[in-house]
């Protein structure tokens, strides 16, 4: 089930999303996303739309969140929930809100490089993330006219 996120939600959003950085970043040295941790906590959650997706016991099994009602600052997902379908149910809530999605990602992370264009985003630019210095890509989505 899709509902947007609680205050109650903030620190296993945290974990998942630190266990998550871990487990998809492994060309990224474990303490940038340590030190990372904190910025999430205090900067992006409280300035992001954030949703989750939880099962029949509201535990979370992945999330995604929307800065500027438009740019994905962040899409999770647990491991033993890939394939399952909660990364596509999380894009959906928020390409139903938004016209226009932007994301950044590592190039070196092929599972979700392979994900977002599954799911139709095209590469606008090519770039460097700021904090680690590594090739990026900036993903660009927008709701067809048809639709």
Request: charged letters at 20%; a negative charge.
């Amino acid at each position: 089930m899709i509902r947007a996120a609680q205050p109650g939600d903030t620190e296993a959003i945290l974990m998942l999303w630190l266990r998550s950085s871990l487990l998809s970043h492994p060309f990224i040295a474990d303490s940038y996303w340590i030190e990372s941790l904190q910025m999430v906590r205090e900067e992006f959650l409280p300035k992001a739309r954030v949703w989750v997706d939880c099962d029949a016991n509201d535990v979370i099994g992945g999330f995604i969140g929307v800065l500027n009602q438009q740019f994905i600052g962040a899409l999770f997902v647990e491991e033993s929930h890939y394939g399952d379908g909660t990364a596509q149910r999380l894009m959906g809530a928020a390409k139903d809100e938004y016209p226009v999605l932007l994301l950044e990602v590592y190039q070196q992370n092929h599972r979700a490089v392979a994900f977002y264009h599954k799911e139709k985003f095209e590469i606008s630019a090519r770039t460097r993330h700021p904090g680690t210095d590594l090739p990026t890509y900036i993903l660009r989505w927008f709701r067809p006219l048809s639709e």
